[in-house]
């Protein structure tokens, strides 16, 4: 399986801020997902992050709010904006890196801690 | 889009005794099951998942089920530990493609 890092592990931010979250694969990997899991909560997908073509952002997630970055095959960045307490929660990236089309197993960073004041 | 529930939200259970966990779902073009298991504050693990061209597989004290004409999977536990107590969550794809749709999660509880 990958070995997936995320920076930072957690952090508390003021309200109106943005925080951009990193997300580093020790190999390169087709696809790249960001995940959402609030407390107590299951995990709820963001967007798709795939290299050399925008981020696909699912129902109740725009761009504004949520930018992503794919600069290559190893890395992806999401952007959470103009922070609110709403926005608390962990963030999660993920990778899968067949690329199958009949779905394929996929590895979850260790997430990112944040809370909004 | 799929859509995919969980039961029982939470399972407590005795030292040595099963577990079972059942998922449905409701894109009957889905072919790949997966099951995670996170513990408190760490990453979601896979801990084994299924294809729809089998109906069962097994890894030591864990097993998974496949009905793809009633649309279900479930997850068993054999035997189980304090160490087997976490949340546990089933996935689907959507539209038969990458995207996995989580179920709503269920909290094992395993007392000595």
Known sequence: SAVISQKPSRDICQRGTS????CQVDSQVTMMFWYRQQPGQSLTLIAT?????????????VIDKFPISRPNLTFSTLTVSNMSPEDSSIYLCSVEASGRADGETQYFGPGTRLLVL | GENVEQHPSTLSVQEGDSAVIKCTYSDSASNYFPWYKQELGKRPQLIIDIRSNVGEKKDQRIAVTLNKTAKHFSLHI????????????CAAPRNAGNMLTFGGGTRLMVKP
């Open chain 1, 19 to 22: 925080l951009t979250i990193q």
């Open chain 1, 49 to 61: 992050a795939n290299q050399g073509s925008e981020a696909t952002y699912e129902s109740g997630f």
């Open chain 2, 78 to 89: 054999t035997e189980t530990q304090p160490e087997d107590s976490a949340v546990y969550f």
